[in-house]
């Protein structure tokens, strides 16, 4: 393990983050708000910090292990630091809520501790959520955009962070491919802010929850979230714009080079399509006499829910917690898939859903023909068996830190559904759960050790698992 380079990388990450901080400092110096004092003294000890890790002699030669250091401790130290300006400005009542709460920012979360956004600045609103929408794309994506001089190795800096889209290059160099993801990006992004201004919005708070929508992080500057609004118009709109969010960027990025041929035969896209519709339809006539069987109440507010748990944005419109059991346990399986790889989203991943799958099925036929030898296939091509693989270990780690983290939250004796839900909700990067934490209820009654606990597993459910275990093994300090 080289530590400088490690520590080069933190720095350039950290003084980037540093810049971020200066809208949010505008806003609070145009409103003469409280909290200006908080990010200028935010800016500045993150902006000397940075530039001192960041001017490291070193030759950036980024390997793996370097590669799974600096983006576990880049995902730490952003939200350690990004914490500062809801502590000193006094928003947040303590400094483990103010980490809470940035981690579910910066790892797209959405759970939030706060009773009332409505009480709070609009400085520390835009900052929430723009920690929303850096976050979606990836922090090192970002930084890749911003900093190519991180090397040309450091394609094991996006492999790490960014599954999907980032798992290869979309163009020869790699600060192009990181920045033409985020045009991507921030053209969805400007879109989804102009038709939430046709649907009446005004402009703060339509780039706050395009930010939201576009990070599939779900934050909101009303205490009713989207329902506040009251209107279908911007209800279907968001449905349709997060699930376009849960999709593959590189699938936009063939699109827009002329090949739907791969965009409209992708089988994960085709399977989120169609699992998408299948559990809006059951919760649909599920939901039916809740809402008096009201046909447009009930499909808008059943694809609203299904679109937003699978995409783990957690907008919310209305409090499922009336839903029958069914619907929820519906809910409950969209939190652990999540959408497609490569998007904004959280969750297995519907990639891995379908090897886990079809792993099953190949089990099954080769105990029926011992001799058979077969290999799984997703979209006509062959996937190695190493993949496959490491897909049973993620799935195996992933549930392991979930019953780990049941465990620990239910010190605090909430009922079980509150407790599994929050901790599913932390690491599928949802933020909305069940009861206590539903859409009308938030996460501040927990304990500090939940709270750790929780923002640990959306780090760790951000990164996909492996590079924030990998921190913790010895051999990844290894010299050798």
Not at 19 to 35: A, F, G, Q, R, T
């Amino acid at each position: 393990m080289n530590l400088k380079v490690v520590l080069k990388v933190l720095g350039t990450v950290l003084f980037w983050e540093s810049v971020l901080m200066v809208p949010s400092l505008i806003i609070s110096i145009i409103e003469n708000s409280y909290d200006r004092n908080a990010f200028i003294v935010s800016i500045v000890l993150l902006g000397f910090i940075g530039l001192m890790l960041k001017n490291i002699k070193v030759n950036l030669n980024i390997r793996k292990r370097e590669a799974y250091a600096s983006v576990a401790l880049s995902w730490l130290m952003m939200s350690l630091f990004g914490a500062l300006p809801y502590y000193i400005s006094g928003a947040a009542p303590n400094y483990i809520d103010a980490l809470f709460e940035t981690a579910s920012g910066f790892t797209t979360t959405g759970a939030t501790i706060f009773a009332n956004v409505e009480t709070l600045p609009r400085s520390i609103l835009f900052w929430r959520s723009f920690t929303l929408w850096i976050g979606g794309m990836g922090v090192l994506v970002f930084t890749l955009a911003l900093a190519p001089s991180l090397g040309a190795r450091s394609i094991f800096l996006m492999k790490a962070e960014f599954s999907g889209a980032s798992s290869g290059k979309l163009v020869p160099k790699l600060s192009e491919t990181a920045k033409l993801l985020y045009i991507i990006y921030g053209v969805m992004t400007g879109v989804t802010v102009i038709l939430f201004l046709i649907g009446g919005m005004p402009l703060f708070d339509a780039v706050i929850h395009a930010f939201g929508t576009a990070g599939t992080g779900g934050f909101s500057v009303k205490a009713g979230g989207l329902g506040h609004y009251g209107s279908s118009f911007i209800e279907w709109i968001t449905v349709f714009l997060m699930f376009l969010f849960g999709i593959n960027f590189s699938l936009y990025y063939a699109a827009l080079k002329g090949n739907w041929k791969s965009f409209l035969k992708n089988e994960e896209l085709r399977f989120y399509f169609i699992f998408v519709i299948f559990a809006i339809l059951l919760i649909f006539f599920n939901i039916l006499p809740v809402y008096n069987f009201s046909l447009s109440d009930s499909i808008r507010n059943s694809a609203f829910h299904v679109t937003s748990i699978i995409t783990t944005t957690g907008f919310a419109t209305t409090d499922i917690n009336m839903w029958p059991l069914l619907s929820k346990i519906v809910l409950f399986i969209l939190m652990v898939t999540g959408a497609c790889s490569g998007s904004t989203t959280g969750g297995l991943k519907l990639i891995r859903v379908m090897i886990l799958f079809k792993s099953v099925i190949r089990e099954v036929n080769h105990a029926i023909h011992p001799s058979s030898v077969s290999k799984i296939k997703i979209g006509g091509k062959s996937i190695d068996d190493e993949i496959v693989d490491n897909t049973l270990i993620f799935f195996f780690a992933y549930i392991f830190i979930l019953f780990v983290s049941i465990v620990i939250l239910s010190l605090d004796n909430f009922d079980f559904m509150t407790t599994f839900s929050a901790a599913l909700a932390s690491i599928s990067n949802i933020g909305s759960g069940f009861e206590q934490i539903g859409p009308l209820g938030n996460f501040s009654q927990f304990s500090s050790l939940s709270k750790v606990t929780m923002a640990l597993c959306m780090i760790i459910g951000r990164l996909e698992v492996l590079p924030v275990i990998a921190l913790v093994s010895p051999s990844m300090w290894h010299k050798q």
